[in-house]
């Protein structure tokens, strides 16, 4: 079947740095998505990854690695503003994405 | 530019009523999609559309119909509401299709009593 895991719940502080896992499991694979959703809120896009590597945008980096199915989200000197949920999804072979339940990540002063 | 716009913003339905949760989007994509975002779950597929004039059913499609009869707009009708399908549902669509960026609507809160 297909699955995607990441940690429910991630906190951390002000200023820091903190890494967001997904691993994957697809039929076949085409890319990995992040999006970041504040609560009541749309998810809204962050990143696109096909190739493997990190691609930096600002405070935020995503890596991806298609020989283990990982993928993480580095995000750097955190603000308050950044506690949201981060959703992974993967594209399979047909192009559907697959969504993993998000990672709550809470922002401490 | 509104982008994509959802209506209604919440709604309590009782079980059994038909509902029509209704989508548009400004920005000429080809691609929709109707999607359920329920706690601890991640969002799942119900609809899709490519283009218009076409629909694709998705992960979870049943109790659920779209129509596509032009690029703006996509509705979903629920036909007989049952508490399960209570939820958040939002809309969302891209350029051409899945491979592209998804751009989300604000969603619509349904209460099913």
């Known amino acids: 079947g297909q699955n995607i895991d990441q940690p429910t719940e991630m906190t951390a502080t002000e200023g820091a740095i903190v890494q967001i896992n997904c691993t994957y499991q697809t039929s076949g694979f085409n890319g990995l998505f992040w999006y970041q959703q504040h609560a009541g809120e749309a998810p809204t896009f962050l990143s696109y990854n096909v190739l493997d590597g990190l691609e930096e945008k600002g405070r935020f980096s995503s890596f991806l690695s298609r020989s283990k199915g990982y993928s993480y989200l580095l995000l750097k000197e955190l603000q308050m503003k950044d506690s949201a949920s981060y959703l992974c999804a993967a594209s399979d072979s047909n192009y559907q994405l697959i969504w993993g339940a998000g990672t709550k990540l809470i922002i401490k002063p | 530019i509104a982008g994509i716009t959802q209506a209604p913003t919440s709604q309590i339905l009782a079980a059994g009523r038909r509902m029509t949760l209704r989508c548009t989007q400004d920005?000429?994509?080809?691609?929709m999609y109707w999607y359920r975002q329920d706690l601890g779950l991640g969002l799942r597929l119900i609809h899709y559309s490519n283009t218009a004039g076409t629909t694709g059913k998705g992960e979870v499609p049943d109790g659920y119909s779209v129509s596509r009869a032009n690029t703006d707009d996509f509705p979903l009708t629920l036909a007989s509401a049952v508490p399960s399908q209570t939820s958040v549902y939002f809309c969302?669509?891209?350029?051409?299709?899945?491979?592209?960026?998804?751009?989300f609507g604000p969603g619509t809160r349904l209460t099913v009593l």
């Open positions: 969302a669509s891209s350029e051409e299709g899945p491979e592209d960026t998804q751009y």
């Open positions: 920005m000429r994509h080809n691609a």
